[in-house]
């Protein structure tokens, strides 16, 4: 037992030492014993347990390549990466360790989950920038690895079983106001809450198979994810999308077109959404519509870059599709209801939006607040005027208001209560309030607002998608109208 107790030392994880002595689990036994034994015999934390699988896995291969070793090796072995991915590696499990399974964190209150969260993203932009790299991978990772993929409370699915934490809007609210917090605007939030929501109709609706088959790899960051959903022609009334999944044995032939399509330039697989019935044949507009997750098969699919004004670390593109073969496993639930299907997600996307245009807001409104503390003109701080103290105060109570009200949605939606009111709602408040205040922190430094120095102008650009993505304002105000003041419906 004292080997193992040694393994577990080198390894970072010796206080499980004792769950091994009490389970008889010495080295004869440990390969055969995989994630869900780990955690009967008392490893909680889904990061050591990764850590141990790991480990696992490489003593593993040592045995299969040396049948005869005997004793365990020296050092926990490393499987051959690239300084790359272990670096991703390390960031990702630094992130699950620190927040998310660790016996610190079942004792963390918010104000410290909120600074184990800002550290964990400067850790990771220090990382990013080493490696010039790309925000989404390293980001979307650690944080796949610590929510998974949040309460899918529509079924009886558990995100835990593939890998999540199962940990509700709430928090995962808390973590993206914190990442957007921190000068990464939608760059940072995008590059991360991607890959949170935007699978839900696989956990949502998926059969087992196909959860096992997708779901590991996608928290593991081994999958990427682009989501085509907007077309070009169709706009926001998605009924009106062209795309066609035109049956063939064994599955269905695609041609068609997407706009906008996040991450399309990096990502192995694609959400696709798609006609099996033309609108024209169909009863209702929102029926004929088939959801697939698929390879995103680079010899079907052409994939352009569209340039835009901000979040640029995260790509956005025009792709055409021209003969792409789906296999029929690859279509999540049945032919023709993939409409209902997105639905699942909307409500969730749209407070983490609102969460984080609040947090890019109070991170301008701070800037301002120092710019107009540090700024003398007239002999004095400008904001000691009340032309510069008031706009901000205002902005200050606008963005503790969407803070409120997103956090009600997030509450409700935990609850599994009706939210979507709220959650339109606090979309709306947050992007108009992240807004104004980046506007009033550009016109609070006069004309360095303008410049790039101050960064104001860069949350600016960075916090406008938020009014008009994933819906519009004007497509919220007449939820509004329609569901909440029962108005009829006027589109
Ligand atoms: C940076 C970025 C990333 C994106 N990422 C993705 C992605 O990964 N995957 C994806 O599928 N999509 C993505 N989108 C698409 C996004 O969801 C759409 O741009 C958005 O839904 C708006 O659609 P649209 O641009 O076609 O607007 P349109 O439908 O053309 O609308 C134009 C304007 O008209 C208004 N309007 C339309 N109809 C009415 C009406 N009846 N009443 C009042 N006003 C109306 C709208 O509110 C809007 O102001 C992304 C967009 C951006 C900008």
């Known amino acids: 037992m004292q080997q193992i107790a040694d393994w577990l030392k080198r390894l970072g994880v010796e206080q499980y030492a004792h769950c091994f002595d009490e389970n008889d689990v010495d080295f004869s036994i440990l390969c055969d014993l995989n994630d869900q034994d780990l955690e009967k015999i008392g490893v909680v934390s889904l990061g050591h347990r990764r850590k141990l699988m790991r480990a696992i896995t490489d003593l593993r291969n040592i045995e299969k390549n040396a049948p005869a070793a005997a004793s365990p090796p020296a050092a926990a072995p490393a499987v051959p990466r690239s300084p790359d991915f272990a670096e991703r590696r390390q960031v990702t499990v630094m992130f699950s360790d620190l927040v998310g399974s660790t016996a610190l964190s079942v004792c963390m209150d918010p104000e410290d989950l909120r600074e184990v969260i800002s550290a964990y993203q400067n850790r990771v932009s220090e990382t990013v920038r080493r ?29 835990e079983e593939y890998g999540g934490s199962g940990l509700g809007v709430a928090e995962a609210s808390i973590m993206m106001h914190e990442v957007a917090s921190h000068g990464g605007g939608m760059s940072a939030t995008s ?42 022609d169709a706009g926001l009334n998605t009924t009106r999308i062209k795309t066609f999944a035109q049956k063939v044995p064994g599955g269905y032939l695609v041609h068609g077109q997407k706009v906008w399509t996040s991450t399309a330039q990096v990502a192995n697989k694609i959400m696709l959404l798609t006609r099996t019935t033309r609108y024209e044949d169909c009863a209702r507009p929102t029926d004929g519509i088939t959801i697939f997750y698929t390879d995103l098969d680079r010899s079907k699919i052409d994939v352009h870059r569209i340039p835009k004004m901000g979040r640029k670390a995260v790509d956005s593109n025009a792709i055409f599709i021209d003969g792409l073969f789906i296999p029929e496993s690859d279509r999540i639930g049945e032919e023709g209801k993939g409409f209902s299907y997105i639905l699942h997600s909307l409500n969730p996307e749209r407070i983490l939006i609102a969460v984080e245009a609040i947090g890019i807001g109070q991170d301008a409104l701070r800037r301002a607040a120092k710019y107009a503390r540090e700024r003398v003109v007239f002999d004095r701080p400008i904001g000691q005027n009340q032309g510069i103290q008031h706009p901000l105060a205002e902005n200050w109570m606008y963005l503790e208001s969407a803070w409120q009200m997103a956090m009600r949605a997030a509450w409700l939606y935990d609850h599994d209560k009706p939210c979507g009111a709220e959650a339109n709602a606090a979309k709306f408040l947050g992007a108009r309030a992240g807004h104004d205040a980046a506007w009033q922190a550009i016109a609070t430094h006069g004309g360095f607002g303008y410049a790039k120095e101050y960064h104001v102008e860069r949350l600016f650009r960075e916090v406008s998608i938020t009014r008009l993505a994933p819906i519009t304002e004007q497509l919220i105000l007449s939820f509004i109208a329609e569901k909440v003041l029962d108005l009829p419906k006027s589109y």
Do not use: S
């Open 131 to 159: 490696f010039n790299g790309f925000v989404a991978k390293y980001m979307g990772d650690g944080v796949l690895v610590y929510f998974g993929y949040p309460h899918a409370h529509e079924d009886d699915a558990e995100p």
């Open 191 to 232: 590059a991360v809450h991607i890959n949170l929501f935007g699978p839900h109709p696989i956990v949502v609706k998926g059969t087992a198979e196909q959860k096992a088959r997708w779901v590991p790899r996608l928290v593991a960051g081994e999958d990427q994810c682009c989501f085509g959903f907007t077309e070009p």
